[in-house]
């Protein structure tokens, strides 16, 4: 899978960037990034352990990482639909039909970044019994850290949401997005009881 653009430059400028009062990256972006920085620690910690199945855990957390930063490119092209929906003039009679495209796309694409994050628990469950000793402090960070992008990216969901219901999208899709931000809170507790678990240990 190819580099996102944006993942290619120096972090200072894509910090300027999302510093801009512009759609595109934000919130979205950022928790994309937490997650492929939380990825990338899991790769870190298992590339040390000397336990068999280390390997599957970097290679399963590498594809996460990647695909992290794609979702996250992913979610900033979102953004910029959504605010493009929302300032549609009131009167423009397709502006309804393309705040509920909008808004569904956006929230969905947070139930994949969501995904990804919580299908390292069982990987960062294994380098908690396996992992070397001195990595304890990085695999509670990694869960810390993809813990957060999980958090953060049940905001968006919840709010993105919640614009779909205002603007008539089916009862179904926003049952089915709403019940995907309880999911998230559940995998980020699960996430974060590994951390203090971890933490514990230290």
């Not at 400028?13 to 009062?21: E, K, Y």
């Not at 990256?25 to 040390?48: C, D, E, K, S």
């Not at 590498?62 to 695909?67: A, E, G, H, S």
Request: hydrophobic share 50%; net charge negative.
């Amino acid at each position: 899978m190819p580099t996102p653009d944006f993942a290619l430059a120096p972090l200072d400028d894509w910090l300027q960037r999302l510093s801009a009062p512009v759609p595109d990256p934000g919130g979205g972006m950022a928790a994309g990034v937490v997650v492929a920085t939380g990825a990338a620690l899991v790769a870190m910690a298992a590339g040390y352990a000397q336990a068999e199945g280390s390997a599957d855990v970097v290679a399963a957390a590498t594809r996460v990482r990647d695909d992290a930063l794609a979702a996250a490119e992913h979610d900033g092209r979102m953004s910029g639909l959504l605010v493009a929906a929302f300032r549609r003039p009131l009167a423009d009679p397709g502006r309804g039909a393309a705040l509920r495209a909008a808004t569904v796309q956006a929230a969905e694409a947070g139930v994949v970044l969501v995904a990804l994050a919580a299908s390292l628990d069982g990987h960062l469950r294994w380098l908690e019994r396996f992992g070397e000793p001195r990595l304890a402090p990085d695999v509670a960070v990694a869960g810390r850290m993809l813990a957060c992008g999980i958090r953060s990216t049940a905001v968006n969901i919840r709010g993105n949401t919640a614009s779909a219901a205002e603007s008539g999208a089916d009862a179904l899709t926003v049952h089915r997005l709403r019940d995907a931000i309880g999911d998230a809170q559940d995998a980020a507790a699960r996430l974060d009881a590994l951390a203090e678990r971890v933490t514990a240990s230290l």
